[in-house]
């Protein structure tokens, strides 16, 4: 089946560093989905995208859609210590067949360090 | 506005005996989909439902089940529970299919021993 690979796996970095985490696939996805888990609640959706080479922004969070489409790209600036958390990326295939059927990457543990 | 709610939130079983858990959507939303997540295994996608109809389905076995009411509320059943059911199971809801973009609820934590 659809596999993501997320890396890095988990990062410690120092508050006001900015951050990069990247997810990469073997097959083409049609949506790109950001989110962020914190302990003891469901995944909030960040940012979603739609389009192959699309930028988006959220306050500090940029996410980008691969051209290939089998890559994204989530960069947070400025760290604070509540963006610590778990980053998970998610992708989809054909929203009218595959609709609510997210494949997740295994997550970014983020640690900020005051 | 409500999000979408999952009850309960934790919930303890032996092995062998059988579960149902509950998920309410925010007030519109007509699609429910359900997720496992695990250590090991991470966020697994089990199935969707939409228009009290199962419109897509993971890799679980048939021990998984699920159903939506016309009022779009979705329950889960796992039945011979296992030790490795042991998750927090996920409900999403989206306003329709094709919308992409889910709200996911708190979960229920589920421990089997």
């Known amino acids: 089946g659809q596999q993501l690979n997320q890396s890095p796996q988990s990062m410690f970095i120092q508050e006001g560093e900015d951050v990069s985490m990247n997810c990469t696939s073997s097959?083409?996805?049609?949506?790109w989905l950001w989110y962020k888990q914190d302990p003891g609640e469901g995944p909030v959706l960040l940012i979603a995208?739609?389009?192959?080479?699309e930028l988006t922004s959220n306050g500090r969070l940029t996410a980008q859609f691969g051209i290939t489409r089998k890559d994204s790209f989530l960069n947070i600036s400025a760290s604070i210590p509540s963006d610590v958390g778990i980053y998970f990326c998610?992708?989809?295939?054909?929203?009218?067949?595959?609709?609510?059927?997210?494949?997740f990457g295994d997550g970014t543990t983020l640690t900020v360090k005051p | 506005k409500a999000g979408v709610t999952q009850t309960p939130r934790y919930l303890i079983k032996t092995r062998g005996q059988q579960v149902t858990l509950s998920c309410s959507p925010i007030s519109g939303h007509r699609s429910v989909s359900w997720y496992q997540q695990t250590p090991g295994q991470g966020l697994q996608f089990l199935f969707e439902?939409?228009?009290?109809?199962?419109?897509n389905k993971g890799n679980f076995p048939g021990r998984f089940s699920g159903r939506q009411f016309s009022n779009s509320r979705s329950e889960m059943n796992v039945s011979t529970l296992e030790l490795g059911d042991s998750a927090l199971y996920l409900c999403a809801s989206s306003l329709y299919r094709g919308h992409t973009e889910a709200f996911f609820g708190q979960g229920t934590r589920l421990t089997v021993v």
């Open positions: 439902y939409f228009s009290e109809t199962q419109r």
């Open positions: 998610a992708g989809q295939v054909d929203y009218n067949t595959n609709a609510g059927k997210s494949t």
């Open positions: 097959s083409i996805f049609n949506t």
């Open positions: 995208l739609y389009k192959a080479g």
